[in-house]
């Protein structure tokens, strides 16, 4: 069940995105195939992004430096058991969707 609901919430926000133009769309069968748990590989970048808009959830995050450190990780784990997912303090493609940056959801770093 739980796997359906997050499907169905990963396509809406794929859908949305998609129609602004900010990327392109997914195939609901890829969208099926996603890990929610997978940990894309993110530049340094990418890291400041989402440090950024985890500040703008009031979570602390340190400075937006691009490097995933203690505060980062402390900010991550509050974010994510505030909104019910597992607080893993890792930053997975579900961590991604609820912060609104589909654009940066990958495949597992491997």
Do not use: C
Not at 4 to 11: F, K, P, S
Not at 36 to 41: G, L, Q, V
Not at 77 to 105: C, K
């Amino acid at each position: 069940m739980r796997n359906g609901v997050l499907a169905t919430v990963l396509a809406f926000g794929v859908t949305a995105l998609a129609s602004t133009g900010l990327i392109q769309p997914a195939s609901a069968q890829s969208l099926r195939d996603l890990d929610a748990n997978a940990t894309p590989a993110l530049s340094p970048d990418a890291i400041r992004v989402v440090q950024r808009a985890l500040r703008t959830r009031d979570t602390n995050p340190g400075s937006p430096d691009g490097i995933v450190g203690p505060k980062t990780v402390e900010a991550i784990r509050q974010f994510q058991e505030r909104y019910g997912m597992r607080p893993s303090g890792t930053i997975d493609n579900q961590l991604l969707f609820a912060l609104g940056h589909a654009d940066l959801v990958g495949g597992p770093n491997r």
